[in-house]
């Protein structure tokens, strides 16, 4: 045991489930500790702007303005634009929200100045009073999309506009073999003690991050945590539990989600929720620490006990 007494953590993370553990970690550790690295597999062009779903999710979160009740999106919002827009013709099934447009076109626009995302990102961070790094995974684009026995489409296609009710029979990315990580993301990986898997959606919001060139080789000689993003068997919100089944023909469960990571040796930790507390003895047989704890992270000050209790039981495994 090292004994470090102030860990540098890297969390990974996709959006809600994602945010939600990084904001209890955010609210308890210095922007010099954490890291947060985003999935950027769900971003896409709408109404030609560019659009970074999971990065703003992370974003709205710390900056204590995301909407409460659907976790993504922002506080007090208004649809007025996009009202207009579908009265032009213009697609509507992406619900953006007046307020959220600012996000998207000045990202837009200091896409198109030349800045890269992960610049883009920082400064409207730091516009918005995010003190934590948010540290897209890549500034190259890297498309995720699902595959359906009806053919391919886009990750919001499926997600948004097809509410993800087609059966999936797979998925590939676009422009992900040939994308880098950013020289952040690196540096915060070869810093990092601890990475935290988020209880992120694991095949369309970590394996990304997973999957890109030269992250597996950053953190295989460190602790990874993961927390579940499956309790009782389901998700608490989206397509995690479906895509279990859909992906890898088999239940959903935390004991899945571990199984799934340490299929590939990744994990040294994992979190469930009390109402999973039967599948302990069996993750211990997987070679994991296991914490049973509550693992459901609703509001800011849950998430930051939640955060402490996690913290706690990571300190012996750094
Ligand atoms: P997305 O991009 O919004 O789909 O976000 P993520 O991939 O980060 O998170 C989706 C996952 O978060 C889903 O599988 C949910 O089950 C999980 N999730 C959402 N809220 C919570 C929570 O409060 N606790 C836990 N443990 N998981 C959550
Ligand atoms: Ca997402």
Not at 52 to 72: C, E, F, H, K, R
Not at 302 to 313: N, P, S, Y
Request: glycine share 8%; aromatic share 6%.
């Amino acid at each position: 045991m090292k004994n470090i007494s102030q860990p540098k953590i890297a969390a990974f993370a996709g959006g809600v489930g994602g945010a939600r553990m990084a904001n209890g970690l955010a609210q308890l550790l210095p922007p010099e500790q954490l890291s947060i690295i985003v999935n950027t597999g769900d971003d896409f062009e709408y109404w030609g702007l560019s659009i970074s779903p999971d990065l703003d999710t992370v974003m709205y979160t710390l900056a204590g303005i995301a909407n409460p009740q659907t976790g993504w999106g922002l506080l007090d919002e208004g649809h007025r634009c996009l009202e207009n827009m579908r009265s032009l013709g213009q697609p509507g099934w992406f619900g953006l929200g007046d307020r959220d447009l600012a996000t998207h076109l000045t990202r837009t626009q200091w896409l198109r100045e030349g800045k890269n995302l992960t610049q883009v990102t920082r400064s409207l961070g730091e516009a918005l009073g995010v003190n934590h790094a948010i540290l897209p995974m890549s500034n190259d684009p890297c498309r995720t999309i699902v595959l359906t026995p009806a053919g391919e489409m886009d990750f919001q296609t499926y997600f948004v506009r097809e509410q993800w009710q087609p059966q999936l029979t797979g998925l590939r990315w676009e422009g992900l073999s040939e994308a880098h990580i950013t020289p952040e993301v690196r540096q915060a990986l070869i810093a990092a003690d601890l990475i935290f898997f988020c209880p992120s959606n694991p095949f369309v919001s970590i394996d990304p991050i997973l999957n890109l060139s030269g992250v597996l080789d950053l953190i295989k000689a460190k602790p990874v945590v993961a927390i579940s993003p499956i309790i009782g068997g389901k998700a608490i919100k989206g397509p995690a539990a479906k895509m279990f089944d859909e992906l890898l023909h088999t239940e959903a469960s935390a004991h899945s989600v571990a199984a799934y990571y340490q299929h590939r040796g990744l994990l040294k930790g994992f979190v469930i929720d009390h109402q999973d507390q039967d599948l302990e003895s069996k993750l211990t047989t997987l070679g994991l620490d296991v914490l049973v704890t509550n693992t459901l992270l609703p509001d800011p000050i849950t998430q930051k006990q939640v955060a402490r209790v996690i913290l706690d039981f990571v300190s012996h495994l750094v």
